[in-house]
């Protein structure tokens, strides 16, 4: 089972990047997915959540930039982030909430992180 993220990169102050992340493995269900991140030196911290009813949660220092969605057919979590500054340059990780076909509850899941660079 595991968490496969893409789409970080380097982009200009203002810009946009799109943030992929794909669940596989012997999974029943997806709880809820989303993406953290970790600027250097800080610790890791919420960017957005949602859940299999497209409930969505956001960090203020995002909210109006930046849209999360999913696709539970593909089992795939996405991150839209419009308006880029410099002070969003972290490595995000996707992460899960997920119940595996053997596991009688829920468990937790971390991507491997994508570098999100945004240069001034």
């Known amino acids: 089972v595991q968490l496969q993220a893409s789409g970080g990169g380097l982009v200009q102050f203002g810009g946009s990047l799109r943030l992929s992340c794909a669940a596989s493995g012997n999974i029943h269900h997806i709880v809820v997915m989303g993406w953290y991140r970790q600027a250097p030196g800080k610790q890791r911290e919420l960017v957005a959540t949602?859940?299999?009813?497209?409930?969505?949660n956001y960090s203020d220092s995002v909210k109006g930039r930046f849209t999360v969605s999913r696709d539970n057919t593909k089992r795939a979590v996405y991150l839209q982030m419009n308006s880029l500054k410099v002070e969003d340059t972290a490595v995000y990780y996707c992460h899960a909430v997920l119940v595996l076909v053997t596991d009688i509850g829920p468990r937790q899941l971390w991507g491997q992180g994508t570098l999100v660079t945004v240069s001034s």
């Open positions: 949602i859940t299999q009813s497209d409930e969505t």
